[in-house]
């Protein structure tokens, strides 16, 4: 395995745009990943801090080429910096589902919401999807840290931890990559299930994990793979 370790200002780049007309004006932001950014290509699971505490947990799992995903294909930082989108609330990309605004709604009241719920109806719950769906957990981060967000700039992405440990083939017993795709998939299910991550979409009762702590756990699980056949099942 290799392990990965960056602040948000690091890989991801941004450029302050016109927000999409209907949509809120604070949604004024365009990201990406750096130009000239070597990628981190492979497959493996990522875990996402705001000040230390862990918000999110994924898995990589590459690029579809011909059909099929390769776990050893493409870069995680793709992925990253559509989170960072999201966790401060700024992208001109952002759309929300019926589900998720009617939760806002019925939030508190608090200024982002207030903000939010300033956007045409129509515009925020578009009828195709337009880029970034931003699920109430994510929302709720960025409500909460909004004095943080909508002053944004580069220092707030310095905030922002991504850690990455990723699988090379010969962790793996097998070669064969939907084989292999399946694995990380409970591997991340399993890791999240022990960590409950705020910022994950379907997590009830989240917890407060730091990065320390959070890294052993998800080190732990990883490992599991190299010494235990139950993954291949």
């Not at 009241?109 to 109430?136: A, S, W």
Request: charged share 30%; net charge positive; hydrophobic share 35%.
């Amino acid at each position: 395995m290799k392990e990965y370790k960056l602040a948000g200002n690091e890989f991801c780049d941004f450029e302050k745009v016109v927000a999409i007309p209907g949509m809120p004006s604070i949604l004024n932001f365009k990201f990406g990943t750096k130009r000239n950014f070597d990628p981190i290509t492979g497959s493996g699971i990522y875990s996402i801090y705001y000040e230390s505490i862990l918000l999110y947990v994924g898995e990589y799992n590459g690029e579809t080429k011909k059909g099929l995903k390769d776990p050893f294909s493409g870069s995680v930082t793709d992925r990253w910096y559509k989170h960072i989108a999201l966790l401060t609330g700024r992208s001109n990309r952002i759309f929300f589902n019926k589900t998720n605004l009617d939760k806002i709604k019925k939030m508190e009241n608090c200024e982002l919401k207030n903000l939010i719920l300033e956007g045409d109806p129509k515009v925020l719950v578009p009828p195709k999807e337009r880029g970034h769906n931003y699920h109430f957990n994510k929302f709720k981060f960025s409500a909460e840290n909004w004095d943080d967000f909508k002053n944004f700039d580069a220092e707030t992405l310095k905030r922002f931890t991504f850690c990455y440990r990723q699988y090379i083939p010969s962790d793996f017993d097998t070669s064969d990559l939907i084989a292999i795709r399946k694995i990380v998939g409970r591997v991340e299910t399993t890791i999240i299930n022990k960590l409950r991550p705020r910022c994950n979409a379907y997590v009830t009762d989240p917890s407060a994990f730091n990065m320390d702590e959070s890294l052993s756990i998800i080190k732990e699980e990883m490992t599991k793979v190299q010494t235990s056949a139950i993954h291949l099942q």
